[in-house]
């Protein structure tokens, strides 16, 4: 009866033992897989990082503070997607914000000042849309046509460089006036302007191949012919 009972006590015994064995095992393995997936600071280095209980490499003291893996990598990715957006709303407000307006403003200028035969008005509106064109912004205008707006600008204001420096030579200024509102008129058709537009054309100019203009009235006042002939011509097309 007695060993009986002394084998049944060392059953228990033996049982309890290894439970308490299975319970240390799968508290180590936690503890293991904690410290492995968790990174550890240097309280007086932050940026020095590594497991659990290595020593700093700057001052060797032990590495304790706990690093966020998780919650940083959340608030980088966050970081980012804020940043994409801002970046976003920049390039939409960029593109909102180009305008011809002013080129058209400036070339009307220099138009009207060829219809009276002002050699030194034209110059001076010649001047000040090459001005303007050199102010423009690329990264203002939508990256579709950017492209596109280079290439007519480019021509313009090899143009406009020419009017603005040939003040007294009516007939040099004309003739790059002619390539001019060429340029003129592409670029109103593809970015548009706020003010009515109408392409007008004379007939007589250069030996009778003729040449468009760009007006803000449906009134011929023809820039080529100027006083001598300032109702000669046409209006062709409402822009």
């Known amino acids: ?6 084998s049944a006590i060392v059953t228990v015994l033996i049982l309890m033992s290894c439970n308490q064995k299975n319970k240390e095992g799968v508290t180590t393995d936690s503890e293991k897989t904690e410290s492995i997936s968790q990174l550890y600071a240097c309280s007086m280095h932050p940026e020095i990082t590594g497991k659990k209980g290595e020593k700093c490499s700057k001052c060797g003291m032990e590495l304790t503070e706990l690093v966020a893996q998780t919650e940083a990598t959340h608030e980088h990715h966050d970081g980012d997607k804020h940043e ?3 970046a976003e709303t920049t390039n939409v407000t960029a593109q909102s ?5 002013t080129i058209v403003s400036n070339y009307l200028t220099l138009k009207n000042a060829l219809t009276k035969d002002d050699t030194k008005g034209a110059a ?7 001005a303007t064109f050199n102010s423009v912004n690329p990264n203002s205008i939508d990256a579709k046509l950017k492209k596109e707006y280079l290439d007519i600008a480019d021509d313009a204001k ?3 460089e020419h009017i603005g420096a040939n003040g007294g030579k009516i007939e040099h200024q004309r003739e790059h006036f002619a390539m001019l509102s060429k340029d003129i008129n592409d670029l109103v058709k593809i970015f548009k302007s706020e003010q009515k537009l109408y392409q007008d054309f004379c007939p007589m100019y250069d030996g009778g191949k003729g040449a468009i203009w760009i007006s803000e009235t449906k009134e ?8 001598k002939m300032s109702t000669c011509g046409s209006m062709k097309k409402e822009l």
């Open 220 to 227: 011929i006042k023809n820039p080529y012919q100027g006083k």
């Open 97 to 101: 914000t180009f305008s011809i307006n």
């Open 1 to 6: 009866m007695k060993n009986i009972i002394l």
């Open 84 to 86: 994409e957006a801002n």
């Open 158 to 160: 090899e143009h406009a």
């Open 124 to 130: 001076n509106a010649g001047e000040a849309l090459y």
